[in-house]
């Protein structure tokens, strides 16, 4: 794949702080497992995560070398800008096999090319290097020693480049329609899988001088009293008067996303949700007002708590957390979170997710935005009503939201 001069130099820098942080710990080669990992540093991009693959970075080297399936090397060679010389591919007998595994190709590899000794860097909590795979490296690897070096990239994605905020901002530009759509969509007597299937819809076809690509998570669409958990998606029943429904998605463009997240009632709400609703909004509102640039991520959680404690209600999950590239199964960067205790202090250009979810007994409410750090304040990414959304007053069959 041909690359701007741009790109390339962009690439060149995600690298060379990479190779900081690996010198830092003490790191001579790192084994990046995630994905997400992979895209940032080579601009891999393919759905082949299922089986095992590797990028690795080597101190004293220039480019990174991709290892994968045979069959996912002109995969490599369509996205990177990595060298031929540098694709290295392993034979289809190693997948799912009882004899082979892919990390012994692996540790062979490192083994021939003066690597057998080192100090290797592994991502040992990301989803995609199961135990299974650290054994039999550890096995084929005796003289090595292996470090965990699980979020040693994801703390270089923490603070984006501005090619990157633009990309976000694509996102985001491409889930605020896919909510106006949401919105409409729901109404009493439509299935849930309908209103979805809208949804997608808006997602991957984006707008007409960009298209969106597959989100990290599916759209998120508990309905009912399935609103009391946060994390459920949708059926094929229809809605009904009464029914509250949240819908959490996220845009996505070239794997970076901005999610976002509303709750619908079917009718008039009752006081309680009501009331509930503006508390969520209320303290939505001041936690980002503390957004800026030497503030830590606790002193925000303690905006929205402050504001909360007054009505005499604490949320147990976190606030939020910071997202940007991602792919399957979640668009966080499992790095800053929005929490009691977490002291990390924010900079421009870090991008996250405040999502001040509530869920109680019987439903729940999620009303949420995607956020940048600017240079001396806050930059709330989408444009969306913040409040919960009733529909009923004009008729379920017309759209609420234009």
Known sequence: MLFSDYEYQEYQERIVKTKQKMEAKGIEVLLITNPSNMNYLSGYDGWSFYVDQMLIVIIDEDQPIWIGRYQDANGARATTWLDQTNIIPYPDDYIHSDTKHPMEFIGDFLTQIGHGNSHIGV???SYYFSALAYEKLKARLPDATLKDASLLVNYVRIIKSDAEIKNIKK???????AMHTATNAIHVGARQCDAVAAIYYELITGTPEYGGDYPAIVPL????ERTSA????????????GDMVI?????????YHAPLARTVSLGKPNEEVSDISKIVVEGLNEALEMVKPGVACEEIEAAWSKVTGKYGIEKEARLGYSMGLSYPPDWGDHTASIRKGDKTIL??????HIIPGLWFDHYGIEISESFRVTENGCEVL???PR???????????????S
């Open 123 to 125: 991502e040992k909590e």
């Open 171 to 177: 996102a985001a530009t491409i889930v605020e329609k």
């Open 221 to 224: 669409l508990p309905t009912g």
């Open 230 to 241: 946060p994390h459920l998606t949708w059926t094929d029943q229809p809605f009904k008067d």
């Open 247 to 255: 819908i959490e998605l996220a845009g996505c463009y070239k794997r």
């Open 347 to 352: 900079q421009p250009n870090m991008t996250f």
């Open 382 to 384: 989408t444009d969306f």
């Open 387 to 401: 409040e919960l959304i009733v529909k009923g007053d004009l008729g379920y069959d017309q759209p609420v939201i």
